[in-house]
C-alpha cells in the first residue's frame, strides 16, 4: 500500500504574513543563552539579521521523481580508527582487535537506501540479513582499550537478536554534537528510541527494543520475546526480571506503588473489565493475556507510550536492578531512610519521584558506582541513584538552561553494514527565552533539527532565510485526518437553550457549512491544508470515501442560515445577531483554547458571526481541563488527532466518547470505559436533554445522546478490537463506519487535515542527514541512531560550517525529495 500523504491540488501561492514577520522583526535582538556547561563548547556565533521574507510562488506539481542516489561520505576527521568486530565465528579477544576505517567494516555488502516517491512514508525497517562483522565508533573503542566498557560484541545482543536499522539517506560517519535550539524544554528521552514497540503510519505497530510478538489465533494471548544479550546503558544485563519486575511489582502492584485506578485501560478485558494476566515463559519469553479478545494492544499508543522506561510505574520493562532498592519488598530496612533523604510521605510518592528521569534525581543516567555485567539475581544497587535506559542517547545533564545527552555504548542497533548507532556522540539541547528567540537563532543557523517553536503561518519567513542560515524546512503530515477541529460537548446543560442546539445535528451541520475552510487553511497553514471533516487519509485502512471527507465541508453561508430559520431564530433588532428564544439576548458562544488555536478561533468567531451566532474566544486555554469535567462547564473543545490512522490506537481519543475526559459527553463517556460502575447509564430520554425540536434520546440510549450513534461509536469500537487484527474485513467495515457516523453526526466538526500543524513542521540544518523527509507527526524524527553529520563534521564544535553537499529546499519544493 502506497503512503502518499500529499495533496498539491490548489497550491500556487504562499500568502506573506507581513504583520507577523514585522512583528517578529521588532523582537529579533534576543541575546544568546549559553548552553548547559559542556567539554570544549564551542562560543554561540552572534545572532545575524533574518532576511525580510518575500512573496514566495510555489513550485506547479510535477511528475514524482526518483530520489537521487545517495552521495557518498568522505572520510570523517577522527581521533582515533573506529573498530571492527567479526561475529561470523569465535569472537576474537579484545587484544586480537584490530582498527579499521567504518567504510571498511563490511566490505562485501554496501548498503544503498531505498528511493522512495515524492509524498511516501520511508522506512526504517531491515528485512536483509543481520551483518557478521561490525563496527564501533572512536568513541567506545577509546572506551574499551581503557577498560571502562565491554568490548563490542558483549555489547551488542547476540546475532540473531541484533536490530538492524536501515537509514533514510545513507550510512553515516561517527562524531558530532547535535543541537537543538528552542524555548521548549523538551525531554531527550522522547526524541531517543526507548520503547518495546513504536506505531507506522498506517496504525501498526513494529517492534524495537523487543525483538517480536505474537497473537494467538483467538486474540486472547500476547507472547513477547525480548532479545537475548541486550544491556541497559551502564551495562547491566537487561533480562525478563526486569519485565516481570516492572509488570508484577509496579504496573499490578495495587497497593504500594500503583494505585488500581491507573491500571490502563488498555490492560483490562474488553467485556468482563478485569486486568489483563502476565505470566513469565522462559527466560526471553513473557505472556500478557485477557479474558476476551483483544486484538489491538501492541497497536495501542499506550503500549508506545509506556513500554518507555519513563514511563513507569505504568510501564512494561525498568531497571529492576536500579528500582528494586525503592520497593519495600525487596529492601525494606532502607525505605524508611529513603522516604527521609527523597521527602516523601509513602512508597507511592517515592517511585513517582524517582521514576522521573526527565528531571528527577535520577536525571543523569551514568552510573555513579561499580556494576556488574554478569547478571545477578540478588544485585541491587545502592550507590548515588542514577537512571538507565536502552536509548540511542542517554541523558546526562538537566535541567537549568537546557539537556544534554551522550552515547549509549549498549545500545543495540547497527545498520546494515554493522556500524553500531548511533552516530553522534551527543546531543545538547539549549533553551531561549521565548519561542521568538528560538525562531530567530534557528534561522541564524543555530539549531541542528527541531521545530517546536515554529508555526506554519510564519512559513514564508523561515523559506526566506533557508540560504542565510543553511537549513531545509521540512513537514510531517499526520495520516490521522485532523489539525483543526471542534468538539462539540452533548452533555451540556449550563445553558439549556444551547445545550439543546449542541444536541441537535442540524445546527452542529450549520455551524459546519458557515465555516470557509479554504480561508482558514490560508491564514492558519499559509493554504498547504486539506479541508475536511476528521476523516483518515486515504492510505489508512478505515478510509470510508472522499465523499465523507467532503461531508457539509463546503462554505455555504446561506444554507446554514436557513437552517438557523428554520430553527425558529431571527434577528428581530438588527445588531447582526440572533435573538435568543428566551429573549435574554443574542445567541452566543463561549470558546476556549490554547494559543495554537487562537488563530483557528478568531476565523470561527469571524464566519459564525456572520451566521448570527456571537462567539467569546477564551486565550486562558484553560477550557481543555474545564471542558472535560462530567459536569461540563463550555460546549466546545478545540482540538487536533495524532494517532487516529487507527482509531483503535487510543481508547481516550477525541474521536469519540471513550473516557471520562472526553470532551463530546464525559459523563458517557465514563460509563462505557467504567463498564457501568460510574456515569450516565443509558435509561433512555429525558427532557433536560432534549434537541432543539424537542427529541430525546431513545430507550436503552444516554439521556444525552439523541440519535443514539454516541453510543454506537462505543459499540464498534469495542466490538471491533475483539473482532480481528488491524486489516481483519470485519472490523475494516467496522472501521469505516465509525468515519461514516463521525462524519454525519459532526460530534467533531473537522476543518483543516494534513498540515503537520503540531509537531509537524522543522528546521534541518543541511549537512545533518538522515532525518526523514516525512514521517508520523507524533514521532516526528525517525531514528535518531541514524542521523549524522555530513563527513561527520557538526556545527557546534566547527563554528560557520556550510554542507559542502546540500542545498537548502523546503517541503513544496520538487527538489526536496530528490537529495
Request: aromatic share 10%; net charge negative; hydrophobic share 35%.
Amino acid at each position: 500500500m502506497r503512503r502518499m500523504l500529499w495533496n498539491m491540488r490548489g497550491l500556487a501561492f504562499i500568502v506573506v504574513i507581513v504583520a507577523t514577520v514585522a512583528a517578529l522583526a521588532c523582537e529579533s535582538s534576543e541575546e544568546q543563552e549559553q548552553p548547559l556547561p559542556a567539554a570544549a563548547a564551542a562560543p554561540a556565533a552572534p545572532a545575524a539579521a533574518p532576511a525580510e521574507a518575500q512573496a514566495v510562488e510555489l513550485p506547479a506539481p510535477q511528475a514524482q521523481q526518483q530520489p537521487a542516489p545517495a552521495a557518498p561520505a568522505r572520510a570523517a576527521e577522527q581521533p582515533e580508527a573506529a573498530m571492527g568486530v567479526s561475529l561470523g565465528g569465535a569472537a576474537p579477544s579484545a587484544g586480537e582487535r584490530q582498527g579499521e576505517d567504518p567504510t571498511d567494516a563490511m566490505a562485501d555488502f554496501k548498503y544503498e537506501a531505498p528511493q522512495i516517491e515524492p509524498g511516501d512514508y520511508p522506512s526504517h525497517q531491515w528485512d536483509g540479513p543481520i551483518p557478521t562483522k561490525f563496527n564501533e565508533s572512536p568513541q567506545s573503542a577509546a572506551l574499551v582499550r581503557s577498560g571502562d566498557i565491554l568490548p563490542l560484541e558483549e555489547r551488542l545482543p547476540v546475532h540473531e537478536d541484533i536490530w538492524v536499522i536501515a537509514p533514510y539517506d545513507e550510512i553515516g560517519v561517527y562524531g558530532g554534537t547535535m543541537r537543538i535550539t528552542s524555548s521548549q524544554l523538551k525531554t531527550l528521552d522522547h526524541l531517543a528510541v526507548t520503547s518495546l514497540v513504536n506505531g507506522d503510519p498506517v496504525g501498526t505497530s513494529e517492534p524495537r527494543i523487543i525483538k517480536g510478538w505474537e497473537v494467538s489465533d483467538d486474540g486472547r494471548k500476547y507472547t513477547f520475546t525480548n532479545r537475548r544479550g541486550a544491556r541497559w546503558s551502564d551495562g547491566y544485563p537487561m533480562t525478563i526480571e526486569d519485565v516481570r519486575f516492572a509488570m508484577e511489582d509496579l504496573m499490578f502492584n495495587e497497593g504500594d506503588v500503583n494505585p488500581a485506578s491507573r491500571i490502563p485501560v488498555e490492560l483490562k478485558s474488553q467485556i468482563t473489565g478485569n486486568r489483563a494476566r502476565f505470566a513469565v515463559v522462559d527466560d526471553v519469553t513473557w505472556t500478557v493475556e485477557f479474558d476476551d479478545p483483544y486484538y489491538d494492544l501492541a497497536s495501542s499508543r499506550h503500549m508506545w507510550g509506556s513500554s518507555k522506561t519513563r514511563g513507569c510505574p505504568r510501564c512494561y520493562y525498568a531497571p529492576s536492578h536500579l528500582y528494586k532498592r525503592f520497593h519495600p519488598k525487596y529492601n525494606a530496612e532502607e525505605i524508611d531512610s529513603l522516604l527521609a533523604e527523597y521527602e516523601q510521605d509513602n512508597v507511592r510518592g517515592l517511585f513517582n519521584l524517582i521514576r522521573n528521569i526527565r528531571s528527577g534525581p535520577g536525571h543523569d543516567w551514568r552510573q555513579t558506582g561499580p556494576i556488574p555485567t554478569e547478571y545477578d539475581p540478588s544485585f541491587i544497587y545502592k550507590g548515588d541513584f542514577y537512571a538507565a535506559a536502552m536509548s540511542e542517547l542517554i541523558q546526562t545533564r538537566c535541567c537549568e538552561g537546557g539537556r544534554a545527552a551522550e552515547r549509549n555504548h549498549y545500545f543495540i542497533g547497527v545498520d546494515p553494514e554493522g556500524n553500531q548507532m548511533p552516530y553522534i556522540d551527543e546531543q545538547i539541547l539549549i533553551r531561549t527565552e521565548d519561542r521568538t528567540a528560538g525562531v530567530f537563532r534557528a534561522m541564524n543557523g543555530e539549531n541542528d533539527y527541531f521545530g517546536g517553536d515554529m508555526i506554519l503561518s510564519e512559513l514564508p519567513l523561515y523559506m526566506a532565510n533557508m540560504e542565510k542560515g543553511d537549513y531545509s524546512v521540512y513537514i510531517f503530515r499526520s495520516p490521522a485526518g485532523n489539525d483543526s477541529a471542534s468538539a462539540v460537548q452533548n452533555e451540556f446543560v449550563q445553558d439549556p437553550e444551547m445545550g439543546q442546539l449542541l444536541r441537535t445535528k442540524d445546527f452542529r451541520k450549520a455551524l459546519s457549512i458557515a465555516t470557509d475552510r479554504n480561508e482558514m487553511n490560508q491564514v492558519v497553514a499559509s493554504g498547504i491544508g486539506v479541508p475536511q471533516q476528521w476523516i483518515p487519509h486515504p492510505i489508512t485502512p478505515y478510509y470510508p470515501g472522499k465523499e465523507y471527507a467532503d461531508l457539509d465541508a463546503s462554505y455555504d453561508l446561506e444554507g446554514a442560515k436557513a437552517i438557523l430559520a428554520n430553527m425558529g431564530y431571527s434577528d428581530s433588532n438588527g445588531d447582526g445577531y440572533l435573538d435568543r428564544k428566551d429573549g435574554s439576548g443574542p445567541l452566543s458562544l463561549h470558546y476556549v483554547a490554547s494559543s495554537l488555536y487562537l488563530p483557528h478561533l478568531e476565523i470561527l468567531q469571524s464566519h459564525w458571526g456572520g451566521l448570527g451566532i456571537k462567539v467569546a474566544i477564551d486565550e486562558s486555554g484553560g477550557g481543555f481541563g474545564t471542558a472535560r469535567k462530567e459536569d461540563p462547564e463550555l460546549p466546545f473543545e478545540h482540538h487536533i488527532s495524532l494517532y487516529s490512522m487507527n482509531q483503535w490506537t487510543v481508547q481516550w481519543t477525541r474521536a469519540f466518547a471513550g473516557t471520562g475526559g472526553s470532551p463530546l459527553g464525559a459523563a458517557m463517556g465514563n460509563y462505557w470505559a467504567s463498564f457501568g460502575e460510574s456515569g450516565m447509564a443509558p435509561t433512555g430520554g429525558d427532557s433536560m436533554y432534549q434537541d432543539v425540536y424537542g427529541n430525546m434520546a431513545g430507550a436503552n440510549s444516554y439521556p444525552a445522546d439523541i440519535t443514539g450513534n454516541i453510543m454506537e461509536m462505543q459499540d464498534i469500537w469495542r466490538t471491533g478490537i475483539q473482532t480481528g487484527p488491524v486489516l481483519h474485513p470485519e472490523r475494516v467495515e467496522m472501521g469505516k463506519e465509525f468515519w461514516r457516523i463521525s462524519a454525519e453526526e459532526k460530534y467533531n466538526i473537522g476543518y483543516l487535515a494534513f498540515m503537520g500543524i503540531f509537531r509537524g513542521m522543522t528546521m534541518k540544518r543541511n549537512n545533518l542527514r538522515n532525518v526523514p523527509k516525512n514521517h508520523v507527526a507524533l514521532e516526528a524524527k525517525g531514528i535518531l541512531g541514524a542521523y549524522y553529520f555530513e563527513d561527520g563534521l557538526d556545527n557546534f564544535t566547527n563554528p560557520g560550517n556550510r554542507s559542502q553537499k546540500y542545498k537548502s529546499v523546503h517541503f513544496l519544493d520538487p527538489e526536496y525529495w530528490s537529495q
